[in-house]
């Protein structure tokens, strides 16, 4: 069964350095989005894209988070100068079309920030 | 932001027994309502679905109630097994293609053998 790849599985940082956070979606899916879970929390919406550009992005997702892709393969979140407080789960979740209403999920990318 | 809430952090059930997990929703707008199962360590695995044109959807264990006029939804697995063993999160979006799941707080379930 295809599924959502999420690579590297943990990634730890220096507070200010960037990191990029890198997702496989399954073949043929159309919208792509990030979500992120501190520890403890809930899950939380950061960003959706779709058609090569962002559709929607939460209160979260400012000017130190971008999203790409690069090869219409992999899509890329990317955080410019981590924060202690960005350390959590990054998820990644696509979506086959408009009328398939359910996201898959990626397995997450745990980011630590010292 | 409390537009998906689920009040219950944890149930314990003996296997063999039914779970029901619970699940409250404020925002009209939302028409669409998922349940997601998560091990540790593992992203979000989507569970079952349904639309607000419904008031159940079964899946062989699974089966999910909505009661629109409450905005009231539940997870009911019967039997339990030790396997369903996980945190549930209950989400919804609005019906404009593409949009964000907005996710409640989830419920640890642990069924006892």
């Not at chain 1, 894209?49 to 929607?56: G, L």
Request: net charge negative; charged share 20%; with cysteine.
């Amino acid at each position: 069964e295809p599924e959502v790849t999420q690579t590297p599985s943990h990634q730890v940082t220096q507070m200010g350095q960037e990191v990029i956070l890198r997702c496989v979606p399954i073949s043929n899916h159309l919208y792509f989005y990030w979500y992120r879970q501190i520890l403890g929390q809930k899950v939380e919406f950061l960003v959706s894209f779709y058609n090569n550009e962002i559709s929607e992005k939460s209160e979260i997702f400012d000017d130190q988070f971008s999203v790409e892709r690069p090869d219409g393969s992999n899509f890329t979140l990317k955080i410019r100068s981590t924060k202690l407080e960005d350390s959590a789960m990054y998820f990644c979740a696509t979506c086959p079309q408009a009328t398939h209403n359910e996201q898959f999920f990626g397995p997450g990318t745990r980011l630590t920030v010292l | 932001d409390q537009q998906v809430k689920q009040n219950s952090p944890s149930l314990s059930v003996q296997e063999g027994r039914i779970s029901i997990l619970n699940c409250d929703y404020t925002n009209s707008m939302f028409d669409y309502f998922l349940w997601y199962k998560k091990y540790p360590a593992e992203g979000p695995t989507f569970l079952i679905s349904i639309s607000s044109i419904k008031d159940k959807n079964e899946d062989g264990r699974f089966t999910v109630f909505l009661n629109k006029s409450a905005k009231h939804l539940s997870l009911h697995i019967v039997p339990s097994q030790p396997g369903d063993s996980a945190v549930y999160f209950c989400a919804a979006h609005p019906p404009t293609s593409g949009s964000r799941l907005t996710f409640g707080e989830g419920t640890q379930l642990t069924v006892n053998p």
